[in-house]
């Protein structure tokens, strides 16, 4: 599932291809696409016609665009393989297209969302006060959003009494680190996945917060971590990060610091790559 910096990369390629542009029509052409719009598809092409796209924007793992004329947005998840594209508009319909926007303009490209497993999806949703999409108002604020507030990010995470790769991963704590930037950041921090977040010091929160920041940078400023060709930004290129990994995906080789042969471990349907001699087990208490 694309992680902080892919979906930034995406938001960045809206801001540039679509930002201000005026929806002329909207194709529903797979109900799922859309399923998060409760009204259904037809309602969510009428009341996007006619309005005026903002500049989009980001939290976590989400983007949403806001709608000039109504206090409201359109937001959208990529789940596992959707694809926003800012394609020709003579361009042929790809095999998995869900939902095309056409423009109000002579610039001759539309918005497509494209995805293959149909987990993703659009949907409008009102605006709160903040300036949110009402049913993300409670998802925390990520790591590179110069507002977060690493003070209250360490007395969250020893209050949770949980461990470190879980307190990662809870998008109400922090958002946007998914499996990939986990394991990166921790490796950078000797840290193992099930450390104790309790015992945390703020120097530590901190080492931990400056590795996560400084992963995810790295990642977009590469395009992102492309495995397959399910995640592209708006012009359909890859990510080259999955060249610089450290950790996720290299079960059985050598670890980049110490050259101990690096562990895959099942963890929570997912899973979790580590150094056994770098990142220790916590002792049993």
């Not at 508009?89 to 869900?98: N, T």
């Not at 680190?177 to 120097?203: C, K, M, Q």
Request: positive net charge.
């Amino acid at each position: 599932m694309p992680e902080l910096p892919e979906v930034e990369v995406v938001r960045r390629g809206l801001e540039r291809w679509v930002s201000g542009r005026t929806v002329d029509t909207v194709d529903v052409l797979h109900p799922r696409a859309v399923r998060r719009h409760l009204a259904g598809g037809p309602d969510f092409a009428a009341r996007l016609t006619g309005l005026r796209l903002g500049t989009a924007m980001r939290r976590g793992k989400y983007l949403w665009i806001p709608l000039d004329e109504i206090s409201a947005s359109l937001l959208g998840h990529l789940g596992m393989s959707g694809q926003l594209l800012v394609q020709p508009s003579d361009a042929p319909d790809e095999k998995h297209l869900r939902v095309r926007v056409r423009f109000a303009d002579d610039l001759g490209t539309e918005l497509r969302f494209v995805d293959q497993r149909t987990f993703g999806g659009l949907s409008l949703h009102d605006n709160t006060p903040e300036g949110l999409p009402d049913v993300i108002a409670h998802i925390a604020r990520d790591p590179l959003d110069p507002a977060f507030d690493d003070a209250a990010f360490h007395t969250a995470l020893r209050l949770r009494r949980t461990t470190v790769k879980r307190a990662l991963l809870d998008q109400s704590l922090i958002s946007g680190v998914g499996n990939i930037y986990a394991d990166e950041a921790l490796w950078r921090s000797r840290l193992h996945y099930e450390r104790p977040t309790a015992a945390f010091t703020r120097p530590r929160t901190a080492e931990l917060l400056g590795h996560v920041r400084d992963v995810m940078s790295e990642a977009l400023d590469q395009g992102g971590t492309s495995f397959d060709s399910l995640y592209v930004n708006v012009n359909g290129e890859s990510g080259y990060f999955d060249r610089s990994l450290d950790a996720y995906g290299r079960e059985d080789q050598p670890c980049h610091r110490c050259g101990t042969p690096m562990r895959r471990r099942p963890w929570m349907n997912r899973s979790s790559y580590y150094c056994p001699r770098c990142q220790r087990p916590p002792r049993p208490a």
